[in-house]
């Protein structure tokens, strides 16, 4: 296993990896997902435990990274930076793609430094400078129109069609359904359903392209989501500023879980005022139980209030719909995993990590994976290539 690391050689084989945003492992039992099936009959059948927090931003950087939110930085879809008193939002484009928000090294870094090459249809963190490097390929999200599902499928291909020296060992992308869909409608749904089969077929049709190429036989193709989605009722809105006096508080930040940023000797109140609230869980940062991973980054608010499964901290309301963010150990919260090609093996494995999926792609390379919190999921690769 170890003699591969660290040098990439010239046979190694290719790697596909797209995730789908907002996939639940489970969707393929609930809806007709021929595709996906069929990778469970040739391939890995498994699903991802996501990260907490179990939102889009934290947990593609963490599959990118190998890292926690906690460790990598990105400690949700928005956050409080104390030190510099900046905001990172997702909707604030600036902050965004500002370098200084995103630690650790995504693989497209570690593979560029190591001389393989890659290209990245919109992964989180594909268009910031980190470490000062870019993927060889990749696109500005908010460089409209973007492309479509099926200008992304066409360019996987165009890459892999490139001459040997030019072509990209790792190929990454992403969709943004099944998650806008199931935010809306709530996973089940007519038009989840949907967007699911839609999925389904889509990867269908980039899998009959990868067939054709004359490489066929040496791409893996992963197929990954970063988080499931659970029903949420209008009901279920937790209002928590009336418990809290104004002089606490500097600022509160995100629904499922809310990062309260508060002033110097206030976090015990906050956490006294709030602790018996239903469906709520509170925590001052230092005590967050261990497994969620999250605390020790000056990012993370000074207390932690995380809804029960199927609640948000808002003031405002919430409609009928869907919601994740919530403990990562919920199944609801599980994320899918299909995989098939050359290096893996035919099995139906027990979820694991998703910071296991760096240093995955790592093995898969040949290359020395950068410090990060995940292993290789050995349970999941053929044999022979273990052997190797
Ligand atoms: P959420 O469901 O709140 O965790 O976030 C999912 C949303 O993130 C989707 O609706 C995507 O449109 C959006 N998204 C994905 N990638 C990016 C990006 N690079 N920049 C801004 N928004 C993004
Ligand atoms: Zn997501
Ligand atoms: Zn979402």
Same mark, same amino acid.
């Given at each position: 296993?170890?003699?591969? /690391?660290?040098?990439?050689?010239?046979?190694?084989?290719?790697?596909?990896?797209?995730?789908? !945003?907002?996939?639940?492992?489970?969707?393929?039992?609930?809806?007709?997902?021929?595709?996906?099936?069929?990778?469970?009959?040739?391939?890995?059948? %498994?699903?991802?435990?996501?990260?907490?927090?179990?939102?889009?931003?934290?947990?593609?950087?963490?599959?990118?990274?190998?890292?926690?939110?906690?460790?990598?930085?990105?400690?949700?879809?928005?956050?409080?930076?104390?030190?510099?008193?900046?905001?990172?939002? &997702?909707?604030?484009?600036?902050?965004?793609?500002?370098?200084?928000?995103?630690?650790?090294?995504?693989?497209?870094?570690?593979?560029?430094?190591?001389?393989?090459?890659?290209?990245?249809?919109?992964?989180?963190?594909?268009?910031?400078?980190?470490?000062?490097?870019?993927? !060889?390929?990749?696109?500005?999200? !908010?460089?409209?129109?973007?492309? %479509? %599902?099926?200008?992304?499928?066409?360019?996987?291909?165009?890459?892999?069609?490139?001459?040997?020296?030019?072509?990209?060992?790792?190929?990454?992308? =992403?969709?943004?359904?099944?998650?806008?869909?199931?935010?809306?409608?709530?996973?089940?749904?007519?038009?989840?359903?949907?967007?699911?089969?839609?999925? $389904?077929?889509?990867?269908?049709? /980039? @899998?009959?392209?990868?067939?054709?190429?004359?490489?066929?036989?040496?791409?893996?193709?992963?197929?990954? %989501?970063?988080?499931?989605?659970?029903?949420?009722?209008?009901?279920? #809105?937790?209002?928590?500023?009336?418990?809290?006096?104004?002089?606490?508080?500097?600022?509160?930040?995100?629904?499922? *879980?809310?990062?309260?940023?508060?002033?110097?000797?206030? #976090?015990?109140?906050?956490?006294?005022?709030?602790?018996?609230?239903?469906?709520?869980?509170?925590?001052?940062?230092?005590?967050?139980?261990? @497994? /969620?991973?999250?605390?020790?980054?000056?990012?993370?608010? $000074?207390?932690?209030? &995380?809804?029960?499964?199927? @609640?948000?901290?808002?003031?405002?309301?919430?409609? !009928?719909?869907?919601?994740?963010?919530?403990?990562?150990?919920?199944?609801?919260?599980?994320?899918?995993?299909?995989?098939?090609?050359?290096?893996?093996?035919?099995?139906?494995?027990?979820?694991?990590?998703?910071?296991?999926? =760096?240093?995955? &792609?790592?093995? /898969?390379?040949?290359?020395?994976?950068?410090?990060?919190?995940?292993?290789?999921?050995?349970?999941? &690769?053929? *044999?022979?290539?273990?052997?190797?």
């Amino acid at each position: 296993v170890t003699a591969v /690391l660290g040098s990439h050689a010239k046979n190694m084989h290719y790697t596909v990896i797209v995730s789908l !945003d907002g996939c639940r492992w489970d969707y393929p039992q609930w809806y007709d997902t021929p595709f996906f099936d069929k990778m469970s009959t040739i391939g890995v059948e %498994s699903g991802l435990i996501p990260s907490f927090p179990s939102k889009t931003f934290p947990n593609h950087y963490a599959l990118a990274t190998g890292l926690y939110p906690d460790h990598h930085g990105i400690i949700a879809n928005e956050f409080f930076d104390r030190e510099s008193g900046e905001y990172f939002s &997702l909707g604030d484009p600036a902050q965004k793609i500002n370098p200084k928000f995103y630690g650790g090294e995504p693989i497209w870094v570690t593979a560029k430094k190591q001389g393989v090459r890659t290209a990245v249809f919109y992964w989180p963190g594909s268009d910031v400078k980190v470490k000062g490097m870019y993927p !060889d390929l990749y696109y500005v999200y !908010d460089q409209k129109p973007r492309l %479509s %599902s099926s200008e992304r499928i066409n360019g996987i291909i165009h890459q892999l069609q490139k001459p040997e020296k030019e072509r990209p060992h790792l190929i990454m992308a =992403y969709f943004e359904q099944p998650d806008a869909n199931g935010h809306a409608f709530g996973p089940q749904s007519k038009e989840t359903r949907k967007a699911v089969v839609m999925v $389904d077929s889509l990867m269908h049709e /980039l @899998y009959d392209k990868i067939q054709q190429l004359p490489i066929a036989q040496d791409i893996n193709f992963i197929v990954v %989501s970063d988080h499931g989605m659970s029903w949420i009722a209008k009901a279920h #809105a937790i209002p928590i500023a009336k418990y809290l006096k104004k002089d606490w508080v500097i600022k509160e930040s995100g629904s499922i *879980p809310c990062n309260i940023y508060v002033r110097d000797h206030c #976090a015990d109140s906050v956490v006294n005022a709030l602790k018996d609230v239903a469906h709520l869980k509170v925590w001052k940062k230092e005590e967050i139980p261990a @497994y /969620l991973h999250y605390g020790s980054n000056s990012r993370v608010g $000074d207390v932690v209030a &995380l809804p029960d499964i199927g @609640y948000s901290v808002t003031e405002g309301t919430v409609k !009928d719909g869907g919601q994740h963010g919530y403990d990562p150990n919920l199944m609801d919260m599980h994320a899918l995993f299909r995989a098939i090609g050359p290096d893996f093996r035919h099995v139906n494995a027990p979820h694991f990590k998703n910071v296991d999926v =760096y240093p995955l &792609l790592c093995f /898969l390379l040949g290359i020395q994976p950068a410090p990060n919190d995940g292993q290789v999921p050995m349970e999941i &690769l053929n *044999p022979k290539t273990l052997r190797k």
